[in-house]
């Protein structure tokens, strides 16, 4: 892998040991600049690990890795965003002055950062709540406001560890909209995450990693891609008897079938099916989705032991 301007974040080898266990275990990573690019992994995958050492929280044991052009992440810090995993702010701040002190921190001047947080604020729905103290609102609008402080000074790189988590389906939705909104003006987005939905929605790129290995690294497409079709298949006449027709996995219930469609493609086995007389009164493929991928992937003896 080369460690190409191209990149916002790449690494190679990263490992991390707590005392005998290796936490992260050669870890290799390749994010292109402008894009949105998810880790995900089970509980207890390593996810957080690696994401400290691409920021310089950690050192690494073993590795190198490169972040906005510099092999000591620390050097870049004014031009990334983080959302830690632990999350805090200042309960007795009002809203529009944490994501100011936020951006202050990274060195935006206070008075920018105050009028930006109001624009932010309102961008996300929660203008009303710009003076209101941290500690008057929800876990998930002060989640929603922290975030927001890590996007006030326009960082290059957003880190976003497990964001989804704790919010509800709303605020879920407003923190999509936003991290779609930073891709556009030409952030990347780097974000960590054990639910599949998020990313199938939101990922132009992913890897994914369990017990410290990076398992898969591709697009979400190449992810699903991995599975084979799966065909959900109504006859017309005579449906009890057609799975003899059908592929060995076929399984019936009420009239129709479902069946992986066969590596050679579909069109024939329909054409011996209405040369049968069995007739086709619906028909539907569907490609599996990005948790059957990350099943396959991970295995599911991982994820019983993740959760
Ligand atoms: N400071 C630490 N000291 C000892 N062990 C640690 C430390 N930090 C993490 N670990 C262990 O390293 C492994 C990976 O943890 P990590 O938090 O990176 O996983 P994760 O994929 O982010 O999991 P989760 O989704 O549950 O947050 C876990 O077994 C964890 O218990």
Not at 21 to 27: H, K
Not at 56 to 74: K, T, V
Request: net charge neutral; charged share 25%.
């Amino acid at each position: 892998m080369s460690l190409s301007s191209d990149l916002a974040v790449s690494a190679t080898g990263l490992v991390k040991r707590f005392g005998d266990r290796r936490a992260v275990d050669g870890v290799s990573i390749a994010v292109p600049r402008g894009l949105i690019y998810g880790v995900l992994g089970p509980n207890g995958a390593g996810k957080t690990t690696t994401l400290r050492m691409l920021l310089g929280i950690i050192e690494p044991d073993e590795g190198e890795r490169m972040l906005l052009g510099h092999d000591a992440p620390r050097d870049a810090s004014d031009r990334v965003g983080y959302l830690p995993e632990e999350r805090g702010l200042y309960p007795n701040m009002k809203c529009r002055e944490a994501i100011a002190f936020m951006g202050a921190l990274r060195g935006l001047p206070w008075r920018v950062g105050r009028k930006r947080a109001g624009e932010l604020l309102e961008a996300a729905g929660l203008g009303h709540a710009a003076d209101d103290k941290i500690r008057k609102l929800s876990k998930g609008m002060a989640q929603l406001v922290q975030l927001l402080g890590s996007v006030v000074h326009e960082p290059e790189l957003l880190v976003l560890d497990e964001p989804f988590s704790g919010l509800d389906p709303v605020n879920q939705e407003r923190l999509e909209k936003l991290i779609r909104a930073q891709r556009d003006r030409g952030a990347t987005i780097l974000f960590s995450t054990h639910v599949m939905a998020h990313a199938e929605r939101l990922c132009d790129y992913l890897s994914i990693i369990a017990g410290g290995v990076v398992k898969f690294e591709g697009t979400v497409d190449e992810a699903r891609a991995l599975l084979p079709l799966k065909a959900h298949y109504t006859p017309h006449h005579h449906a009890e008897t057609a799975g003899a027709l059908l592929p060995p996995d076929a399984e019936r219930k009420n009239g129709s079938w479902r069946f992986t469609v066969p590596p050679e493609g579909i069109e024939a086995l329909l054409v011996r099916l209405i040369d049968a007389g069995y007739g086709i009164s619906g028909l539907s493929i569907e490609r599996p989705g990005l948790h059957d991928a990350f099943v396959k992937i991970v295995g599911a003896e991982a994820l019983e032991q993740a959760a």
